[in-house]
């Protein structure tokens, strides 16, 4: 699996949009990019994931660059709900205990009013 | 929406206790996972289970097995709990069959205590 680089903590304005980035220089063409998130005390909870393209879905939005070297995940517009810590994993996909997921440190976004 | 619910949040339990925890998925994936969570460790897979009445050993099985006897239930038992399982349990399902993704959903954990 690519390694993966992100900030270790980022703040937001409460209503704005979040930007998290990730740089994965390494990443090979047929690894995905996949983002995760885990709020204190709860389980990890799967946001969105893609390849090449550019992504949205009711969450969130998945900018990934043209060489694919780097990705953004946009909050279009956060909440406090939305603190947590976020993980970008890049690899692909494995069938069997293979895909066990491994999270590096992340970026601890904190949403303020 | 894909749910993955696990039967307890908090559990304290003794040591040499025998300890069920249960895990329900409603979306018929295949695929099912438990994971411990521990400060600085990062999530380690206990075991895994590519569908009915079949599992694979993850990355630290001893001490723990396993029983899934329906598409939709997977349970992690501890045979002899010990204060060295005190952590947070997670579990996670997969549709790996149909989707070819490894897209992982998961429960809200188990934060297990064992005195």
């Known amino acids: 699996d690519a390694k993966t680089t992100q900030p270790p903590s980022m703040d937001c304005a409460e209503g704005r949009a979040a930007n998290l980035p990730c740089n994965h220089s390494?990443?090979?063409?047929?690894?995905?990019v996949y983002w995760y998130r885990q709020i204190h005390s709860q389980g990890p909870q799967y946001i969105i994931h893609?390849?090449?393209n550019n992504e949205t879905n009711e969450m969130a939005s998945l900018i990934i660059t043209e060489d694919r070297k780097s990705s953004t995940l946009i909050l279009p517009h956060a909440t406090l709900r939305d603190t947590a810590v976020y993980y970008c994993i890049v690899r692909v996909p494995y069938g069997g205990s293979q895909g066990n997921l491994i999270f590096g440190k992340g970026t601890k976004l904190s949403v303020k009013p | 929406d894909v749910k993955v619910t696990q039967s307890s949040r908090y559990l304290v339990k003794r040591t040499g206790e025998k300890v069920f925890l249960e895990c329900v998925q409603d979306?018929?994936?295949?695929?099912m996972f438990w994971y411990r969570q521990d400060p600085g460790l990062g999530l380690r897979l206990i075991y895994f289970?590519?569908?009915?009445?079949?599992?694979e050993k993850g990355d630290i099985p001893e001490g723990y097995s396993v029983s899934r006897e329906k598409k939709e239930r997977f349970s992690l038992i501890l045979e002899s709990a010990s204060t060295n399982q005190t952590s947070m349990y997670l579990c996670?399902?997969?549709?790996?069959?149909?989707?070819?993704?490894?897209?992982?959903?998961f429960g809200p954990g188990t934060r297990l205590t064992v005195l």
């Open positions: 390494t990443i090979s063409g047929n690894e995905y």
């Open positions: 979306m018929d994936h295949e695929n």
């Open positions: 996670a399902s997969r549709a790996w069959r149909t989707s070819g993704q490894d897209t992982q959903y």
């Open positions: 893609g390849l090449k």
């Open positions: 289970s590519y569908d009915v009445k079949m599992k």
